[in-house]
């Protein structure tokens, strides 16, 4: 009973090259969320999606951030031209899609990126 | 936008004490979760609560859901080594996204 997976767990890239981030969600979820967490702080929500629908970006800085969930496959959160600043831990999570419990999330166990 | 304060801190207790957290939000919410995270890790749902007046457990740990529907308490009993990391409350008013608040780092001496 698999748990929501992310790869990679780490991650360095210099400046002004881009990161992929990977999240399969739990078996059954059909909601996909990211979160970032800076050093010492707490998670800022990112992006909501469904299966090829971006539900909520609100979170989502307007340049360089994009988030995809296909029919098929992972979800991916991409960051280009990644800057120092770039540098956290990211936190895909998932949830069933209906009912009270929809508001329930669980979490992977995160990418940590490192800009160098 | 919404926001929760959660409090304390941090928290250094010995063995065997119990632990008592909150967090407050500035608007209703439906939901609260709380999570503990380890260093390196991700957060892990420790309790969820989907009513006002709701009161959870989950072996020594016990959550409310405020009547206010503004604010929730975590409680631990008789603390352990292992219980030490960061708590997080989060909150959902059903069609937002989950607000988290800063955490609550706690520390158990042994």
């Known amino acids: 009973n698999a748990g929501v997976m992310q790869n990679p767990r780490h991650l360095v890239r210099r400046r002004g090259q881009e990161a992929r981030l990977r999240c399969s969600p739990m078996?059954?979820?059909?909601?996909v969320y990211w979160y970032r967490q800076l050093p010492e702080e707490g998670l800022k929500f990112m992006v909501y999606?469904?299966?090829?629908?971006?539900?909520?970006e609100s979170g989502m800085p307007k340049e360089r951030f994009s988030a995809e969930f296909p029919k098929e496959g992972p979800s991916i959160l991409r960051i280009q031209q990644v800057v120092r600043g770039d540098s956290a831990a990211y936190f895909c999570?998932?949830?069933?899609?209906?009912?009270?419990?929809?508001?329930?999330?669980?979490f992977g166990e995160g990418s940590w990126l490192t800009v160098v | 936008g919404q926001q929760l304060n959660q409090s304390p801190q941090s928290m250094f207790i010995q063995e065997g004490e119990d632990v008592s957290m909150n967090c407050t939000s500035s608007?209703?919410?439906?939901?609260w979760l709380w999570y503990k995270q380890d260093p390196g890790e991700g957060p892990v749902l420790l309790i969820a609560?989907?009513?006002?007046?709701e009161l959870t457990s989950n072996g020594r740990l016990t959550a409310q859901f405020g009547i206010t529907r503004k604010d929730s308490f975590l409680n631990i009993s008789a603390s352990i080594p292992s219980d030490v990391g960061i708590y997080f409350c989060?909150?959902?008013?059903?069609?937002?996204?989950?607000?988290f608040g800063k955490g609550t780092r706690l520390s158990v001496i042994a």
């Open positions: 999570a998932s949830s069933p899609s209906t009912g009270a419990s929809g508001n329930t999330i669980y």
């Open positions: 078996k059954g979820h059909s909601h």
């Open positions: 999606l469904q299966k090829e629908n971006i539900i909520d």
């Open positions: 608007s209703i919410f439906n939901t």
């Open positions: 609560l989907y009513k006002a007046g």
């Open positions: 989060a909150g959902s008013s059903g069609n937002t996204p989950l607000v």
